[in-house]
T-cell receptor, first 109, second 119 residues
Framework: QKEVEQDPGPLSVPEGAIVSLNCTYS??????FMWYRQYSRKGPELLMY????GNKEDGRFTAQVDKSSKYISLFIRDSQPSDSATYLC?????????FGKGNQVVVIP | GAVVSQHPSWVICKSGTSVKIECRSLDFQATTMFWYRQFPKQSLMLMAT?????????EQGVEKDKFLINHASLTLSTLTVTSAHPEDSSFYIC?????FGVGLAVEAFFGQGTRLTVV
């Protein structure tokens, strides 16, 4: 089993829809959880990070962590064409950081 | 947030030549930087950890003689791909550690990436 599993997609949604992304992980040592957005041919940019189980909201973005199930999610409300990108989950702990493969999202106008 | 600048953003070189990629932290000092490689539709693969003033730590399977890393100052790390071959063509990304510990994101800021094409 890979340390971090993320379905690479791609995922196409109409503008205004809710985008739902998720990752699972196997390493219980992971303590903090992040979502990055990566546009084509660019470096990833940090979208959200959270340390504990539960929900964290930032504008149209909600990150959800369930440590008991080793499952994290990212929701994008009222999706816009500018949200079209690859979204990578990442998990850190014990001075390590592991990334998911990334999920390509396309928001269709 | 902190800014990490990577240069060049793309480079084409002939097989057998060497290419240097620079990673700079613009508004903070980075004692540790990380170099990643990313293939199309693949995850970021950590290549090495660059420590200011000391030797880099390479991940298993990464040739240290081929991918030379120098971290001579607190704001600059360089990756040199020596004797590049077409299979070295990839997207290389650096990142800098800006915080660590409980509640802080580690390696939160990335450079823009460098697309290397070896012909």
């Amino acid at each position: 089993q890979k340390e971090v599993e993320q379905d690479p997609g791609p995922l196409s949604v109409p503008e205004g829809a809710i985008v739902s992304l998720n990752c699972t992980y196997s390493n219980s040592a992971f303590q903090y959880f992040m979502w990055y957005r990566q546009y084509s041919r660019k470096g990833p940019e940090l979208l959200m990070y959270t340390y504990s189980s539960g929900n964290k909201e930032d504008g149209r973005f909600t990150a959800q962590v369930d440590k008991s199930s080793k499952y994290i999610s990212l929701f994008i409300r009222d999706s816009q064409p500018s949200d079209s990108a690859t979204y990578l989950c990442a998990m850190g702990g014990n001075n390590r950081l592991a990334f998911g493969k990334g999920n390509q999202v396309v928001v269709i106008p | 947030g902190a800014v990490v600048s990577q240069h060049p953003s793309w480079v084409i070189c002939k097989s057998g030549t060497s290419v240097k990629i620079e990673c700079r932290s613009l508004d903070f000092q980075a004692t540790t930087m990380f170099w990643y490689r990313q293939f199309p539709k693949q995850s970021l693969m950590l290549m090495a950890t660059s420590n200011e003033g000391s030797k880099a730590t390479y991940e298993q399977g990464v040739e240290k003689d081929k991918f030379l890393i120098n971290h001579a100052s607190l704001t600059l790390s360089t990756l040199t791909v020596t004797s590049a071959h077409p299979e070295d063509s990839s997207f290389y990304i650096c990142s800098a550690r800006v915080g660590f510990g409980v509640g802080l994101a580690v390696e939160a800021f990335f450079g823009q990436g460098t697309r290397l094409t070896v012909v």
